[in-house]
């Protein structure tokens, strides 16, 4: 079944403990990317990576890392959580092309809590 | 960056037909629309995309004008089973990188069906 699987699907944490957030996908898609959802603000994109070894920035990048050494894999690394980081956090993946980037598959997500 | 701007919400009777406009001002000539379903605690879902005129899938039909400065998306016949957050995408060839994409999704429209 194809599909975006992440882990975990909950985490509760305490302020500047290092946490990473797996993101894996089945489909051989190039371009992976992850989102935060908060109340109001809607779906914003943190970082992307168009393929292997290249990453960019999205709207929300600060706080965050990202690695794209695997083509299927794409954690999404949080240094120093705080407060403002709960969320929840959605990776997607699509393939590669002018037609084809916006049409992201997305995981089930993952709600954090920062305390 | 283009921006994309929605209703914050809508509501409909079961039976009657949905238009959701997204507007778009700054969309570059070589982005598409897309248009995203999501329910609560799962990860949105893509529904439909276009890049001029019209397009109709088995879920929705997609308006676009000449100038692409808006979309609509349709829904005909509403039930109880269509209430959720409706986004709008449109992807962005980001100035910081040659061939780079950022996705930049609306705020959602929170369309509610009354019986």
């Known amino acids: 079944e194809a599909q975006v699987t992440q882990n975990p699907r909950y985490l509760i944490t305490v302020t500047g403990k290092k946490l990473t957030v797996t993101c894996s996908q089945n489909m051989n898609h190039e371009y992976m990317s992850w989102y935060r959802q908060d109340p109001g603000l809607g779906l914003r994109q943190i970082y992307y990576?168009?393929?292997?070894?290249?990453?960019d920035k999205g709207d929300v990048p600060e706080g965050y890392k990202v690695s794209r050494k695997e083509k299927r894999n794409f954690p999404l690394i949080l240094e120093s959580p705080s407060p403002n980081q709960t969320s929840l956090y959605f990776c997607a993946s699509s393939r590669q092309g002018a037609e084809s980037y916006n049409e992201q598959f997305f995981g089930p997500g993952t709600r954090l809590t920062v305390l | 960056l283009a921006k994309t701007t929605q209703p914050i919400s809508m509501d409909s009777y079961e039976g009657q037909e949905v238009n959701i406009t997204c507007s778009h001002n700054?969309?570059?000539?070589?982005?598409?629309i897309t248009w995203y379903q999501q329910f609560p605690s799962q990860g949105p879902r893509f529904i439909i995309q276009g890049y001029k005129t019209k397009v109709t899938n088995e879920v929705a039909s997609l308006f676009i004008p000449a100038d692409r400065k808006s979309s609509t998306l349709s829904l005909p016949r509403v039930s109880l089973s269509d209430t959720a957050v409706y986004y709008c995408l449109v992807g962005v060839h980001a100035y910081s990188g040659a061939g780079s994409y950022q996705l930049t999704f609306g705020k959602g429209t929170k369309l509610s069906v009354i019986p």
């Open positions: 990576s168009m393929n292997v070894e290249v990453t």
């Open positions: 700054n969309i570059a000539t070589n982005d598409y």
